[in-house]
């Protein structure tokens, strides 16, 4: 049976939206069938008022990290309020007149994804003005496993802002549920939270999306690959930015040179990739099986091979959200031994996690 995303189904939440005024929290992926939300809303005389756009922006054309200016959508002509750069979270004042916020954005299941650091901050601001808040709920293309080490706070960030482990199995409405009930929001606050369920899903459902969720994420494969491949971003190795194999190759000048070998160059959401212009050599992973567990055998193998003065950046903690993986990695922990250390979290994880699913 074919799933059903919330936003296609109109009369779950129409009624809901009728004679409010609506902030819509949006980007290239919400859409109703081929329209986007925004459109088809207002073809139904729904009163949207305003856009708040995560990382990558309303089109989602935007490189990884680039400050995102306001503007207005030159469809609609609707005020476009960026929720990436400076302003993460939507002030009282850019909430006022604002009945009702409607959250709609397709997810990958990955606690570095910063979607769900955007869902945070909108959830607190709604409930600091006491706006009810609408999640539109979407798949979770890597729903299918739970992995990882569980973020320590002390390392929060953009990047990580919750304790929970880098893969973790819930769709954008269950995880929505998880920030409200576990007070995960300043000062304990709680947001009025509905979730508009998904049909026809469950957490092994088999989902390809439709839509680039962010320009560095072009396919199936790099979606699954991206958990395991992101800790490149933490090191001196590129995992493919700057080639259309974004997250299914990873290479740097400092490997052992082999018969697999790219250049990064300028393209559409990595203007300056890492090594632009320079011959990387690594792996090709285009064809590897399907992922249902982090694969941290590219990363060991990588820092084996390296052979510049400094492998790790700053940035790898906030990624791993603890020191220990960086510590481990550089002791010459095995896979499988640095895996039996995130048992005993990833368990008490999953307690909490079911409190909150919606689906099987």
């Known amino acids: 049976m074919e799933i059903k995303v919330a936003a296609a189904q109109t009369e779950l939440y129409l009624n809901l939206l009728k004679g409010k005024n609506i902030a819509i929290v949006a980007n290239q992926t919400s859409t109703i069938n081929t329209a ?19 990382e990558h922006g309303f089109r989602g054309k935007a490189d990884a990290g680039e400050a995102i200016a306001d503007g207005r959508d030159k469809k609609t002509g609707l005020p476009i309020i960026s929720l990436y750069g400076k302003n993460k979270k939507p002030s009282a004042a850019q909430l006022q ?3 009702l916020i409607l959250f709609d954005i397709q997810d990958v299941g990955a606690r570095f994804y910063t979607y769900i650091s955007s869902l945070h901050y909108v959830m607190e601001a709604a409930a600091e003005v006491g706006i009810p808040l609408i999640i539109l709920d979407r798949p979770n293309p890597n729903g299918h496993y739970i ?13 990580g802002m919750h304790p929970v482990p880098v893969v973790y199995g819930m769709t954008i409405g269950e995880y929505g549920q998880l920030i409200n009930g576990e007070e995960w929001l300043k000062n304990g606050v709680k947001c009025d ?60 000048p400092f490997l052992t040179k082999n018969d697999f070998s790219f250049t990064p160059q300028s393209n559409e959401g990595a203007k300056y990739p890492k090594y632009k212009n ?24 990588a820092y084996q091979q390296n052979t510049s003065d400094k492998f790790f950046n700053a940035f790898f903690t906030k990624l791993a959200g603890t020191e220990k993986l960086q510590q481990q990695i550089e002791k010459g922990v095995s896979e499988k031994d640095i895996k039996k250390t995130w048992q005993k979290d990833l368990n008490a994880f999953k307690k909490t996690r079911k409190n909150y699913l919606i689906y099987n």
């Not at 986007?36 to 995560?54: E, Q, T």
């Not at 992995?147 to 990047?159: A, C, T």
């Not at 508009?196 to 790099?222: A, E, G, V």
């Open 278 to 301: 320079k011959l990387a050599y690594g792996e090709d992973l285009t064809n590897y099986k399907h992922l249902s567990q982090l694969n941290l055998s590219w990363l060991i193998k």
């Open 147 to 159: 992995d990882g080490p569980i973020l320590e706070m002390e390392h929060k960030s953009f990047v």
């Open 97 to 99: 007149g604002i009945d």
């Open 193 to 252: 939270l509905t979730v508009i369920p998904l049909k026809n899903y469950t957490h092994n459902s088999t989902y390809s999306l439709p839509i680039k969720p962010s320009p560095n994420l072009p396919n199936n494969k790099s979606i699954n690959l991206y958990p395991s491949l992101c800790f490149f971003e933490g090191t001196n190795v590129s995992a493919g930015r700057g080639t259309n194999l974004q997250f299914q190759i990873y290479g740097s």
């Open 36 to 54: 986007h939300l925004v459109d088809s809303l207002l073809s139904l005389h729904i009163s949207v008022k305003k856009v708040f756009a995560p």
